[in-house]
């Protein structure tokens, strides 16, 4: 499943370049989003994943005619003559997406263009129907994150080796594990694990109203650091790290102008929850209501007998995905664990079940 997503992945600049004459070197290609921070979780049931893509085109095409429906609509058709393997490009507001039919993946695909004069601060700017032309830095906001997620605290000995190594055109989709170290990739996917599960049977309204995962990973990460800078020799494990993430994310949703603001750290004029201004206060609403959820669902699997763990209640909170890595987990077990059913899962074998990142060989899982 990799090397046949991979390969797609790696042929797309390859096609676009040449569909736009242009040199491949012109046209570079990266992840965007989870896959790129490293925060992905595996789809449930028989969904298909996503992988959110970048296509950086040239400025110089479009100095003439600065025409974001231009720029937009030849891509599209650039991406147009291989339907048999891509399925026909699918417009959306800012990007297209390549169906891929017959495989476990898709494709959203972001043209993008360098901001010559950054006004907005952004390096980017993409097509956006209402705003003409919106701001973009996928890169700075994962280096953000990442630069946080790399830290580690006083009571982790094990030393983490930088994620990305970048190299020209289509970099390489990351493929490093997530180890059970990792405290803030791994809290993140745990949240975004319980959350889907959450939502799963809710009503469309508030499916369409459920947190979205660049707003959990900004909080998470916020808190993570905060914790880390002001409190980093207070902790003894990761279990409280977690549990303190968790408490303090609601505490970094600010207010402008009296409306909510989650402001993109890399680009503070960009705002994530800039949704929960005009739905009548429903996206806040189901924030919390998610976020109590998580903290009555993490303390119960803290406190929950290591070794009978109740199934329902772990497959409720984590899907089959946690039962699976639970069981996994106590094949291997031979300690008996301090914190409970929690611990087990944030030590579960990173390569399995609770959603990790696209793994090298055949040990891996996509998603």
């Known amino acids: 499943m990799r090397a046949d997503a ?19 070197t012109d046209v570079q290609v990266y992840p965007q989003g989870s896959m790129r921070t490293q925060t992905t979780i595996r789809p449930r049931s028989n969904e298909n994943f996503d992988l959110d893509i970048v296509v950086e085109l040239p400025g110089y095409l479009y100095q003439q005619n600065p025409d974001p429906e231009v720029m937009f609509h030849e891509f599209g058709q650039a991406l147009q003559g291989h339907e048999s393997i891509t399925g026909t490009p699918e417009e959306k507001r800012r990007c297209w997406r390549l169906q891929y039919p017959g495989k476990p993946f898709y494709f959203d695909v972001t043209p993008a263009v360098p901001d010559p004069f950054r006004y907005t601060g952004a390096a980017l700017r993409i097509r956006d129907p209402d705003t003409h032309w919106s ?19 006083p009571f982790q000995s094990m030393a983490f080796d930088e994620v990305f190594k970048a190299r020209a055109n289509v970099e390489p989709l990351p493929d490093e594990e997530v ?27 508030r499916k369409a109203a459920q947190p979205i995962s660049v707003i959990i990973v900004t909080l998470a990460t916020i808190a993570f650091e905060h914790l880390y800078e002001t409190r980093r020799g207070n902790f003894t494990s990761a279990i409280e790290v977690v549990l303190a993430v968790v408490e303090d994310m609601p505490n970094y949703i600010g ?18 929850a800039d949704k929960w201004n005009t739905d009548g206060g429903t996206r806040s609403r189901e924030f919390s209501r998610w976020h109590k959820r998580l903290e009555e669902d993490l303390e119960a699997l803290l406190v929950g007998d290591v070794k009978s763990a109740d199934e329902a209640r772990l497959r409720s909170v984590f899907g089959n995905d946690g039962i699976e890595a639970w069981r996994e987990r106590l094949k291997h ?35």
């Open 135 to 153: 701001p973009t830095n996928p890169k700075d906001y994962a280096d953000w994150f990442c630069e946080r997620a790399d830290k580690r605290f």
């Open 255 to 272: 207010k402008r102008n009296g409306e909510f603001f989650i402001a993109n750290p890399r680009l503070p004029t960009e705002n994530f």
């Open 6 to 24: 991979e390969a797609a992945y790696e042929r797309l600049g390859n096609r676009i370049a040449a569909k736009l004459r242009l040199e491949q």
């Open 179 to 205: 180890g059970i170290d990792d405290i803030l990739r791994r809290t993140i996917q745990l949240m975004k694990l319980h959350r889907t599960n959450v939502y799963w049977n809710a009503e469309d309204w």
């Open 333 to 367: 077990e031979t300690e008996e664990l301090s914190h409970g059913i929690l611990a087990g899962l944030l030590a579960a074998d990173p390569t399995r079940n609770l959603g990790t990142v696209v793994q090298s060989g055949s040990k891996g899982t996509l998603g």
